[in-house]
């Protein structure tokens, strides 16, 4: 249950268009770091190579499809601030990448920002303006696809055993999770102001990376100790 209250956002006002610019910034950096990603794990995981490239396709058309969401509104996204934001996140990815740690990669992009990405996309849906939602519907979809490929990898790994990819999983998010969180209060007031509760969308995450854990093999306790780590350290 939301405690926002209903009162209708517009979407011309001066405060709406300058969150909006911000938040639209994240979103098409992520986007097309997204893609980044997933064309460095087709190259990591070649036997997945040509799936992986078609996932990272779906990241930059949907990169594409935000830009137009800006542009509709006449806003142009804040890229600067955006890499800005994402720089730690991605230079942790490329150094997983760099050592062929490719569980914690997997943990980065198709566990992490995907949750991001769900639960953010999840509380703009029913705020969003009527250009935006169909766009939004469509990729919450295609974002779901994109976590259920990193969650069957490292499930697949995990119970068959492979301790050192517990190890990663974990390792991953202790460094990354509170780098996400740290995003997110930083972009708080930009969410608010178009509309959404960046405290629904902190527990959408929280709730979701929950899951994620639960399902690639994590028991309940242990995921709930690593969520709770990383938000003592990004306090
Ligand atoms: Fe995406
Ligand atoms: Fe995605």
């Keep these: 249950m939301t405690t926002t209250p209903t ?22 950096v992520g986007e097309g770091l997204a893609d980044r ?22 990241e930059g058309r949907h990169a594409t499809a935000f830009v137009g969401c800006g542009r509709n509104l006449g806003v142009k996204p804040d890229v600067a601030l955006a890499r800005q934001l994402f ?10 990448d760099r050592q062929g740690d490719l569980p914690a990669c997997l943990v980065i992009q198709g566990l992490i920002v995907e949750c991001f990405a ?22 919450i979809n295609d974002e ?16 068959a055993g492979d301790q050192a990819v517990v190890a990663s999983v974990a390792e991953a998010s202790r ?5 996400t969180l740290g995003i997110l209060h930083h972009l708080a007031g930009d969410l608010t102001a178009i509309g959404m509760d960046p405290i ?36």
């Design 7 to 28: 009162a209708p956002i517009d979407i011309t006002s001066p405060a709406y268009l300058d969150a909006y610019s911000r938040i639209n910034g994240m979103v098409v």
């Design 37 to 58: 990603h997933f064309r460095l794990l087709g190259r990591a995981i070649p036997e997945d190579g040509p799936e992986l490239d078609r996932l990272a396709a779906m």
């Design 87 to 96: 720089a730690p996140l991605h230079a942790l990815f490329l150094e997983y």
């Design 118 to 139: 769900v639960a953010a996309y999840r509380h703009y849906l029913p705020v969003a303006d009527a250009y935006a939602a169909p766009i939004t519907a469509a990729v």
């Design 144 to 159: 779901g696809e994109h976590l259920g490929y990193a969650e069957q990898w490292l499930q697949a790994r995990i119970v």
């Design 175 to 179: 460094r990354a999770l509170p780098i």
């Design 200 to 235: 629904e969308v902190l527990a959408s995450f929280s709730e979701l990376y929950q899951q994620a854990l639960e399902a690639i093999g994590f028991e309940a306790a242990a995921a709930r100790r690593i969520l709770a780590g990383a938000a003592a350290r990004a306090l």
